[in-house]
């Protein structure tokens, strides 16, 4: 697997998995992630509101199987089936993201915590990188 990197085009990025970003930038992002074959999974904020609606949305949004678990732990392991399935890199794109922290900030914490340590997990198979668009971020 060869590392891509992104902040060659994408400048404001800052190195690690997760980057917070305005939600103007989304465009512009997924038009890079896109040319260099990252496969592409969106969140909508406006759907992970709690933790159920959360865990939903990762599961809808990511593609995982019905089987899913619908917990944090379960998270980590769908995000390794997705990267097995055919994904050396994968860029999630979580849109609204203020909502879903607005919504539960501790819901919120413990989904990127949970795809963070899955982005960690398949490191040596897969470059897996988070985008949080936010109308507040900066």
């Known amino acids: 697997m060869q590392w ?6 994408l400048p ?3 190195g690690g998995h997760v980057h917070v970003l305005p939600s103007g930038r989304a465009a512009r ?6 040319a ?3 496969r592409c999974f969106t969140l909508d904020g406006d759907r992970a509101i709690d933790e159920a609606a959360c865990l939903a949305e990762l599961s809808r949004g ?8 619908h917990n944090w732990d379960a998270v980590v392991d769908s995000l ?22 607005a919504a539960s900030l501790s819901t919120f914490v413990r989904a990127l915590l949970a ?7 398949v490191g040596d198979q897969a470059q897996v990188e988070i985008f949080l668009f936010a109308d507040t971020a900066s």
């Open 62 to 69: 990511l593609g995982f199987p019905k089987t899913f678990g």
């Open 4 to 9: 891509i990197d992104l902040a060659a085009e």
């Open 80 to 101: 390794g089936d997705v990267v097995a399935e055919g994904g050396a890199h994968i860029a999630i794109l979580w849109t609204a993201a203020e909502r879903s922290a």
């Open 36 to 38: 260099h074959h990252f």
């Open 12 to 14: 404001e990025l800052r």
């Open 115 to 121: 795809l963070e340590a899955a982005a960690r997990d």
């Open 29 to 34: 992002v997924r038009s890079v992630v896109s």
